[in-house]
């Protein structure tokens, strides 16, 4: 039977919330739309990339269509050059999460940002909150000296932390350096501290889609080239005529686009920004395999490619349940703070 589920744990019988996880290309976003035909879903993004403006087909955001099909949270968002947290994310998050109860929806988290998910199912390590002042100080730094300046100070006053991190990672660095102003303590040393509970009222469900690896960097690669002729090219030119700094911005991030932005600088073939990107996202898709593999206690591991076999095995733990269902109805509301 292509599903596992860990521990032989039994599926609880009331979920106050849905997780759909698995590697980009998996299926995650068809299948949560074909579940809210049957079930009262809201679906909240849990990928760090769709959070974002400005590369639609790069990043596989809904349609339009789509988004009629059934209430969407968290999806396009934030302008291309707006750092965010993990810590921002949960806090979004979870005002979609009540948001979607309060309407009587199931709240349906479906991504592929494995720290997102262990957020949401673990707590955060409590880090302080860092205050204006610094963060208009590492701004300021960065738009008159540039990454560079950043990454050189958080090096002088934390060298481990540094090397922990890729010298244009913008979002990591500005983050990395903040929490060390803000506490003294580098990034690594708060993750390491007990987490704050989960804000999801319990119990959920976290379904996990991990087909076959092979099969997955095919359909992976298909679609990239899918989203080349589709007008992913567009939007990176696009970008890049409205931001000089492209590659620094953290949407640049999407599989993808720093090796067509190469492509528009005239500096690789097209087809030499195709291998490489294509490349890229298997390696992606492996850490992104092994994570969730390991990573997610109690997951419903569904193993096969095939959507009708998903769609079944989840309904079959949602047995029971309507578009008449109501959270509200079954109690699961509880209080938010």
């Known amino acids: 039977m292509a599903v596992k589920t860990r521990h032989n744990v039994a599926p609880p019988i009331t979920p106050a919330a849905l997780c759909l996880a698995g590697p980009t290309a998996s299926g995650k976003s068809s299948l949560a739309l074909r579940l809210a035909k049957e079930f009262p879903v809201t679906l909240i993004n849990t990928d760090s990339l769709q959070i974002y403006k400005g590369l639609p087909t790069l990043t596989a955001l809904p349609s339009s269509k789509d988004l009629r099909a059934c209430p969407h949270k968290l999806y396009s968002f934030l302008e291309p050059y707006e750092a965010f947290s ?13 948001d979607a109860l309060q309407e009587g929806h199931f709240p349906l988290f479906v991504g592929g940002t494995g720290l997102y998910f262990k957020t949401l ?6 880090i302080p909150p860092i205050t204006q ?14 990454l560079d300046a950043l990454y050189q100070d958080l090096k002088k006053r934390c060298p481990e932390e540094a090397n ?34 989960s804000f999801l009222t319990p119990p959920s469900l976290f379904f996990t889609l991990l087909p076959e690896r ?26 890049m005529e409205k931001y000089p700094d492209f590659e620094k911005l953290p949407v640049s991030k999407a599989l993808g686009a720093r090796e067509l ?41 569904i193993e096969s490619d095939d959507q009708d076999n998903q769609y079944d095995i989840i309904c079959k733990h949602l047995e029971g349940y309507t578009k008449n269902f109501s959270p509200r109805q079954k109690g699961l509301i509880l209080n938010e703070s």
């Open 214 to 239: 092979s099969a997955l960097y095919q359909k992976a690669e298909m679609r990239f080239d899918f989203m080349i002729q589709s007008g992913a090219l567009e939007e990176i030119k696009t970008l």
């Open 164 to 197: 922990r991190l890729k010298p244009g990672d913008t979002a990591r660095i500005q983050r990395s350096l903040a929490v060390l102003l803000q506490t003294g303590k580098p990034l690594s040393w708060w993750h390491q501290q007990p987490t704050k509970g």
């Open 86 to 98: 993990v810590a921002r994310w949960q806090i979004f998050a979870k005002k979609a999460y009540f």
């Open 121 to 126: 199912t673990e707590g955060l390590s409590e």
């Open 133 to 146: 002042e610094i963060n208009r100080r590492i701004q300021k730094l960065f738009e008159q000296k540039g």
């Open 261 to 301: 932005a190469a492509f528009l600088k005239n500096n690789i073939t097209l087809d030499e920004a195709s291998q490489k990107a294509k490349q890229e996202t298997r390696r992606y898709i492996k850490r992104q395999m092994t994570w969730f593999r390991h990573q997610v206690k109690k997951a419903i591991i």
